[in-house]
């Protein structure tokens, strides 16, 4: 039977750690997927991102460099959004289309014009030498989007304290653990289970057993709402923290 491949998020390592633990070497630990909430979250000038063709890209740095450019508006519109309609997903540029005005084929932007898209007729006055559009390569690319969420429920049970979370179906159980040191700092400490069964931090919750029933439910016509699957953290005795 073939195994689940490994899902340890790209930039990781598994090396020994302090006392009981062993796992991506944090300080290099990269997330690779955001959900839609979380992207939603960056809606500012000051903090702007986008999302288009599954990926996610952080702004900042161009709405910093282009601050009061009339060109930005469109962008900072959509700041939080997936923006993936604006692209034609066969070539990854900008969607095109015949101009009235000249008959040539141009960039679509219903918006308005934005940084990085040519003027519709030569202008003197438009500086072309940014070199690659700023939807081009990777520089601004921080992730994948999550194209499946799932809710759970991280239990700690030596504290009873109980947190919820919306993760990334593709998420390995270490990059969930990640997103749970901003309220348990020593999360990596702890024997990660459920229905008993030790979990593999590799995998992610389907390939552990956690079954995505969202489908059943909504065949069944039931709220799905009502029941999030809960795992376990047991106390190992090592104050390890990430």
């Not at 700023?134 to 601004?140: D, E, S």
């Not at 994948?144 to 429920?153: D, E, P, W």
């Not at 239990?155 to 919306?166: G, K, P, V």
Request: aromatic share 12%; charged share 30%.
């Amino acid at each position: 039977m073939k195994q689940p491949e490994t899902q340890v998020a790209d930039g990781a390592r598994a090396v020994p750690r302090r006392g009981l633990v062993g796992g991506p070497d944090f300080e290099f630990f990269r997330r690779r997927y955001f959900t839609p909430a979380e992207v939603a979250q960056h809606n500012a000038p000051e903090d702007l991102w986008v999302s288009y063709l599954g990926s996610v890209y952080d702004l900042t740095p161009l709405a910093r460099k282009y601050k009061g450019d009339l060109l930005l508006k469109p962008i900072v519109e959509v700041a939080g959004q997936d923006i993936s309609h604006w692209f034609d997903p066969k070539t990854r540029d900008i969607r095109k289309h015949v101009d009235p005005l000249t008959g040539t084929l141009r960039y679509r932007t219903p918006r308005g014009r934005f940084l990085h898209v040519p003027p519709q007729l030569p202008r003197s006055d438009w500086a072309n030498d940014f070199g690659k559009p700023w939807w081009q390569g990777v520089r601004y690319e921080v992730g994948r989007l999550s194209a499946k969420t799932r809710n759970i429920r991280i239990i700690n049970t030596l504290t009873s304290q109980e947190h919820a979370l919306e993760v990334g179906a593709q998420e390995s159980m270490w990059e969930i653990l990640h997103r749970c040191l901003p309220f348990n700092a020593h999360a990596a400490s702890y024997t990660w289970k459920y229905e008993g069964k030790k979990l593999n931090m590799d995998y992610t919750l389907e390939e552990n057993g956690i079954r995505d029933e969202d489908e059943e439910f909504d065949y069944l016509n039931m709220d799905g709402t009502l029941y999030t699957p809960a795992i376990l953290l047991y106390f190992d005795d090592d104050l390890t923290e990430l």
